[in-house]
């Protein structure tokens, strides 16, 4: 998945308190992602070592970063984000996300629990932002694997794509949230919980929010 936006902050670094655990965490994630993964992101294992730890703190206040994780090890992680003013200016900051950095560990690949993550995500940015309705995000064009698990969750590719300096093809691919009635969503929110608390037990697996000191999945 493609980390679109984010840019490196020339801020000072702090090592203390929950926030800083979990800009380690975030930190540790992207390495150990882009190791795993390494064609389907911009960064590079340098460009992540060089970012401080407020740089990821800033990543956690201005995104919404979710993550699985089985004890301290991360095995998944995915992020929402504002259009951007510029770049995206011609799309709704109050109805629509990016999302970025989709990345499951090797070792639950194919189990479908890249799809439960990102739907995890969705849910809560429903939640902070109630009119959220429409995801976007870009693919490497070589992604196979992650174009199949969009396409099963729906999402539909459109006519924009992007070429960058090094031929690489990005593809453009959205997905707009139905509108249910109220009974419809109380259900599938309770699927959705049904399914995380089966990968609790089948593989360990929790999921949360960084940032979030409550830190449970629900």
């Known amino acids: 998945m493609v980390d679109h936006y984010a840019r490196a902050a020339d801020i000072g670094e702090t090592e203390h308190g929950p926030k800083f655990h979990d800009a380690r965490i975030l ?11 390494p064609g389907s992101f ?7 070592e060089t970012m401080s730890a ?15 994780q089985q004890f301290e090890e991360v ?11 510029e770049i995206d200016r011609n799309i709704s900051q109050m109805s629509a996300r990016f999302i970025e950095s989709v990345w499951v560990a090797p070792k639950l690949r194919g189990s479908h629990i890249g799809e439960r993550l990102v739907n ?37 590719r459109v006519g924009t794509e992007h ?29 959705n ?11 360990g697996v929790t999921y949360r929010v960084l940032g979030r000191t409550s830190g449970s999945s629900g």
Request: zero cysteines; a positive charge; charged letters at 30%.
């Open 27 to 37: 930190k540790m994630a992207m390495r150990e992602s882009i190791l795993t993964s």
């Open 193 to 203: 919980a049904v399914a995380r608390t089966a990968d609790l037990r089948q593989y």
């Open 163 to 191: 070429t960058l300096a090094d031929g690489t093809i990005e593809l453009r691919y959205e997905y707009v949230l139905p509108n249910p009635s109220a009974k419809r969503a109380a259900q599938l929110s309770r699927a």
């Open 120 to 156: 995890y995500l969705m849910e809560v940015e429903r939640e902070k932002y109630p009119t959220v309705r429409h995801f976007m995000l870009w693919v490497f064009e070589r992604n196979e694997n992650a174009i199949r698990l969009y396409k099963r969750m729906g999402f539909k």
């Open 75 to 85: 095995v998944g992680i995915a992020v929402s984000r504002w259009p951007d003013k």
């Open 54 to 68: 407020d740089y990821w703190d800033k990543e956690i206040d201005t995104s919404t970063w979710v993550v699985m």
């Open 42 to 48: 911009l960064k590079t294992v340098e460009d992540v």
